[in-house]
């Protein structure tokens, strides 16, 4: 069973970079063909979707932030990062991580972690 848990902070300046890890326990995040996605939920809306880092490596961001938004991994600690630059209150919200083998479908989630951008 794979297991996700969010860190990082749960609050942010405008104009700062939001930094989050999520951890994997369960599994490998170089495993065959899984891809390791950072999801966010604002306030009364939606599920949005962040971008991913796949099992090679690879990256995709959503177009609407993609000139913001960076996802690294560590793999000798089984970890992937996003970074989140340049936030305003309207990056304020619930972010997951997640992980499926289908690049937009999720088997597996963490249990989120609030972050408010605020003064």
């Known amino acids: 069973q794979v297991q996700l848990q969010e860190s990082g902070p749960g609050l942010v300046k405008p104009s700062q970079t939001l930094s989050l890890t999520c951890t994997v326990s369960?599994?490998?995040?170089?495993?065959?063909?899984?891809?390791w996605s950072w999801i966010r939920q604002p306030p009364g809306k939606g599920l949005e979707w962040i971008g991913y880092?796949?099992?090679?490596?690879?990256?995709s961001y959503s177009p609407s932030r993609k000139s913001r938004t960076s996802i690294s991994r560590d793999t000798s600690k089984n970890q992937f990062t996003l970074q989140l630059s340049s936030v305003t209150p309207e990056d304020t919200g619930v972010y997951y991580c997640?992980?499926?083998?289908?690049?937009?479908?999720?088997?597996?989630w963490g249990q989120g972690t609030q972050v408010t951008v605020s003064s």
């Open positions: 997640a992980t499926g083998v289908v690049a937009d479908q999720y088997d597996y």
């Open positions: 369960g599994g490998s995040i170089t495993t065959n063909y899984y891809y």
């Open positions: 880092i796949d099992y090679s490596g690879s990256t």
